[in-house]
């Protein structure tokens, strides 16, 4: 069974600093999603990644794959007070139709 | 707005009561999902459905059922409620499964049981 594990599950960050959110998954995943939630709303899709490498940019955040490793990150670069929000990521085992989802990091950006 | 209409977006009801939650996916898609979203559970699968036809079950409960009808829209039927049955309720709908496709989440319907 597909488990999906980040790290960490809260983040305080300031301003115009850098991190990771870390995505790790216990079997072979055909896909990795990332999604960012606001409270009480929707999921928004931000990346689906789809093979071993790949790589994902838009504005401030970068996702990435490596299937050997089983992680996919999601980099935070100079963040901003807009970039709060819980971040989630799904993989989907082969075959299934399923997205088995993270816990969740929740990102708090202080100014 | 990713497309995918959900309604109602807020529900208050008795323990024992049933309701129906409603989803339109996304024009072109013919795959939907029901997820459920609750504090102690997280994420959870409930189902898929892709032109009709059941595609996958995950953790949906007996008392929970649902289909897909020829206009491709859902209903995800809830009944014998109990207060565990609160959480918030997605739907999302990606044009066919196991591509891939973005799958594009809707609003949610809060269901609260009381």
């Known amino acids: 069974e597909l488990k999906v594990e980040q790290n960490p599950l809260f983040l305080s960050m300031q301003e115009g600093k850098n991190y990771t959110i870390y995505c790790n998954y216990s079997?072979?995943?055909?896909?990795l999603y990332w999604y960012r939630q606001d409270p009480g709303k929707s999921l928004e899709s931000l990346f689906v990644l789809l093979s071993n490498g790949a790589v994902k940019q838009e504005g401030r955040l970068m996702a990435s794959l490596d299937t050997k490793a089983r992680l996919s990150t999601l980099h935070i670069t100079a963040a901003v007070h807009d970039l709060s929000a819980t971040y989630f990521c799904?993989?989907?085992?082969?075959?299934?139709?399923?997205?088995?989802f993270g816990k969740g990091t929740k990102l708090t950006v202080n100014p | 707005d990713s497309g995918v209409t959900q309604t109602p977006k807020h529900l208050i009801t008795a323990t024992g009561q049933r309701v129906t939650l409603r989803c339109s996916p996304r024009?072109?898609?013919?795959?939907v999902y029901w997820y459920q979203q609750s504090l102690d559970q997280g994420l959870q699968f409930l189902i898929q459905y892709y032109n009709g036809e059941e595609r996958a079950k995950g953790n949906i409960l007996e008392r929970f059922s649902a289909q897909q009808f020829p206009d491709l829209h859902s209903e995800l039927n809830l009944s014998s409620l109990e207060l565990g049955d609160s959480a918030l309720y997605f739907c999302?709908?990606?044009?066919?499964?196991?591509?891939?496709?973005?799958?594009?989440f809707g609003e949610g319907s809060w269901l609260t049981v009381v």
């Open positions: 079997t072979t995943s055909d896909r």
């Open positions: 024009s072109g898609d013919l795959s």
């Open positions: 999302a709908s990606s044009v066919a499964p196991r591509i891939g496709n973005t799958i594009y």
């Open positions: 799904a993989g989907r085992k082969g075959g299934s139709e399923k997205l088995v």
